[in-house]
């Protein structure tokens, strides 16, 4: 009883902030002016303000109490939000929903990969991180030489690093409780599995989505 507790807070919260994202994202679009006004300022900050969250809820969840974790993670979802109107700009609505729906069967068959598996996926995580930090160096590397085939192994690799990644965080939940509670651990896990799925559609969405010309 208490697992199936701890797994139905995290999903909880990781629905609750994939829906303040989109929400976010979507009422932005529905107003250029406003959306024009924040994105002024740059898209570095944006990027900076997630990356910051991302490391204090990495390196300082053990020292933050519950609420703050809540808070960190509602702040993260709705700067999400500030990127992501761009998606419902750029392409058509009926693909943009298409390609959720591929996304949440593709992550819940890993998510429920992770639950099942008595295999400790724990050893992974180097694996894992040494191919995400590697299509991120070599993303950074494409900036500059611009291959559209370069860019779609990048897209394919995202892919199968985030499945990877998905079945791991899920994997791993129960020793996140052990060391930092359960009330944090359920926030932190769906940050977790939150990162995974929104890295996860943004990929599928560059291969397969239909641009809103």
């Given at each position: ?70 808070i960190c993670y509602i702040i993260y979802c709705v700067v ?53 930090l590697s299509i991120i160096i070599v993303t950074i590397i ?72």
């Amino acid at each position: 009883m208490e697992e199936n507790r701890i797994y139905s807070k995290m999903f909880t919260w990781m629905f609750a902030g994939l829906m303040i994202t989109f929400l976010a994202g979507y009422c932005l679009s529905l107003n250029p002016i406003l959306l024009y006004n924040i994105l002024s300022i740059g898209i570095i900050p944006i990027i900076l303000i997630e990356l910051a969250i991302a490391f204090i809820m990495g390196f300082g969840i053990k020292k933050m109490n519950p609420l703050a974790t809540k808070i960190c993670y509602i702040i993260y979802c709705v700067v999400t939000g500030v990127t992501f109107s761009t998606i419902f700009l750029a392409y058509e609505m009926g693909s943009i929903m298409l390609v959720f729906l591929v996304t949440s069967v593709m992550f819940g068959i890993m998510a429920l990969i992770g639950y099942k598996t008595k295999t400790d996926l724990t050893k992974f995580s180097t694996l894992l991180f040494v191919a995400l930090l590697s299509i991120i160096i070599v993303t950074i590397i494409n900036v500059f030489i611009g291959s559209s085939s370069l860019e779609m192994i990048l897209c394919i690799a995202g892919i199968v690093v985030f499945l990877g990644y998905t079945a791991y965080d899920m994997n791993t939940v129960k020793q996140l409780v052990m060391t930092i509670g359960e009330d944090k651990a359920a926030v932190y896990g769906a940050f977790q599995l939150y990162l995974d799925f929104i890295n996860l559609f943004i990929r599928l969405l560059e291969l397969f989505g239909k641009s809103d010309d």
